[in-house]
């Protein structure tokens, strides 16, 4: 039974940084990824990251200013937001799936964490 957690989220000024991790309590062999949700609106994908880290993607109104990385031998994934904008602001969940692939569709992820809340000021 593979569970998420994330923790890393808090209030932050427009134009800082935050770092986000989702922790696995189970061993996970196959891609993850962040999405976030703000009230009003549908659910988005944020950034994925295969099994093995070497492909990542990200929606287009974090490139640039979002990365995700991951140490599988702490089971960890990590988003680190840089020039954070009021827009930003949402509950960021952590999902993982079998594949080793990322998917931006959050229908191809099976395992979801609680979420934590992030909230840029302006």
């Known amino acids: 039974q593979v569970q998420l957690v994330e923790s890393g989220g808090g209030l932050v000024q427009a134009g800082g940084s935050l770092r986000l991790s989702c922790a696995a309590s189970?061993?996970?062999?196959?891609?993850r990824g962040w999405f976030r949700q703000t009230p009003g609106k549908e659910r988005e994908f944020v950034a994925g990251?295969?099994?093995?880290?070497?492909?990542?993607g990200y929606g287009d109104s974090v490139k640039g200013r979002f990365t995700i990385s991951r140490d599988n031998a702490k089971n960890t994934v990590y988003l680190q937001m840089s020039s954070l904008k009021p827009e930003d602001t949402g509950v960021y969940t952590c999902?993982?799936?079998?594949?080793?692939?990322?998917?931006?569709?959050?229908?191809?992820?099976?395992?979801w964490g609680q979420g934590t809340q992030v909230t840029v000021s302006s």
């Open positions: 999902a993982s799936r079998r594949l080793s692939t990322y998917s931006s569709d959050m229908s191809g992820y099976i395992y």
């Open positions: 189970g061993r996970t062999f196959g891609a």
């Open positions: 990251i295969s099994w093995s880290g070497g492909i990542t």
